[in-house]
């Protein structure tokens, strides 16, 4: 094999190589229930919520996600007054909405809120 056949084949390996690692960490960045605890933590849920003992422990969310399905998370996140209204009962505290937030971060939060089960 000559120099040039080796050195273009030891570049297409890299590049495969860099493609793969590429598209693994896409795949982990695209994880939805990675991204809604971590849009939990940046939006500051956890002032109001509490997820495993950590947060505000009035208003813990652990079991949620057998409670509720995703259509009602999805609702509590971006439209909390319709929803606060349907319990009947005045709610301590109001929670506020995050309907100004994209769409796929709405979709994050209901998945991590969805796998707390």
């Known amino acids: 094999m000559t120099q040039t056949r080796m050195l273009t084949s030891m570049m297409r390996l890299a590049l495969a190589g860099a493609f793969v690692a590429g598209l693994s960490s896409v795949a982990a960045a695209q994880d939805p229930v990675k991204k809604g605890q971590e849009l939990f933590t940046s939006q500051k849920c956890t002032m109001c919520h509490s997820v495993a003992g950590v947060g505000n422990k009035k208003f ?8 509720l399905s995703a259509a009602d998370l999805k609702e509590w996140i971006i439209n909390p007054d319709a929803m606060q209204a349907k319990l009947g009962t005045k709610p301590v505290m109001k929670m506020k909405s995050f309907k100004a937030l994209p769409a796929a971060d709405v979709d994050a939060l209901v998945a991590y809120m969805g796998s707390l089960k």
């Open 60 to 67: 813990p969310l652990d079991g949620v996600g057998a409670k």
